[in-house]
């Protein structure tokens, strides 16, 4: 089965191709400028011209639903859904947290912990299973403070993600290690769109919508007028 996965929640403009669980080819960029707008159609294309197939080729769209940026989700799915459409594929959708963990699995950590920047000292957070790659916790907006994840001092924790950085500024785990490198990648939709392919798990092409876990906060018109 040849399966086009899309993850844009983040910095990182990311695209792929698989055939099972074999990546084919991986087109992305990390930009702080957001670039999925004007980069994602490109990125499917030359996917496509690396896996050597075309559109017509494919099984299905993979698509990573979020948490994460308001409108590299919306971009995302827009896309997603137009290709699902266009093309008649059905739509799986991976928890973009999920799509981060996997590289880590089996390396020594009873636990692995994204944390994705999601403004302020506010990060979008889940628990995974350091053995088994599962999530055990499910995914919540965190406000971190000095006193989070204290349950966790006695336990060796990996936190992963561009909130990590933050994070390990404050918190006071000395068994903890942090990598704030790690962005949410299409490679890591992989295995888990394959499963829920082989069950048939699709999404309603019509009514799906990203899991944003926030309202989008934008600003008012009338908080940039400034009051005489």
């Known amino acids: 089965m040849k399966i086009l996965h899309i993850e844009t929640s983040s910095k990182n403009c990311s695209v792929a191709i698989s055939d099972g669980e074999e990546i084919l080819c991986l087109c992305e960029e990390v930009s702080d400028n957001y670039k999925q707008s004007e980069s994602l159609h490109s990125f499917v294309e030359w996917a496509l011209e690396g896996a050597e197939?075309?559109?017509?080729?494919l099984d299905a769209i993979s698509l990573g639903k979020g948490p994460g940026s308001y409108t590299g989700l919306r971009i995302g799915a827009a896309s997603a859904k137009g290709f699902c459409y266009g093309l008649k594929l059905p739509l799986i959708a991976i928890n973009s947290l999920d799509s981060m963990v996997e590289e880590f699995v089996n390396?020594?950590?009873?636990?692995?912990?994204?944390l994705i920047d999601a403004r302020r000292m506010e990060v979008y957070t889940a628990f995974f299973d350091g053995t088994s790659g599962e999530i055990i916790k499910e995914?919540?907006?965190k406000i971190l403070d000095e006193n989070s994840?204290?349950?966790l001092a006695d336990k060796k924790v990996l936190f992963i993600g561009d909130g990590a950085k933050k994070a390990q500024e404050i918190l006071n785990l000395p068994n903890a290690e942090?990598?704030?490198?790690i962005y949410p990648s299409a490679k890591g939709?992989?295995?888990?769109?394959?499963k829920k392919f082989n069950q048939k798990d699709f999404e309603s092409v019509?009514?799906?919508?990203p899991f944003y876990l926030k309202d989008?906060?934008?600003i008012k018109k009338a908080d940039r007028i400034k009051k005489s």
């Open 53 to 57: 197939i075309s559109l017509k080729d």
């Open 107 to 114: 390396q020594g950590f009873e636990l692995i912990i994204p």
């Open 139 to 141: 995914t919540e907006a």
């Open 149 to 151: 994840f204290a349950e």
């Open 178 to 181: 942090f990598k704030s490198d």
């Open 189 to 194: 939709l992989i295995k888990k769109s394959v």
């Open 206 to 209: 019509a009514y799906f919508e």
């Open 216 to 218: 989008f906060q934008g």
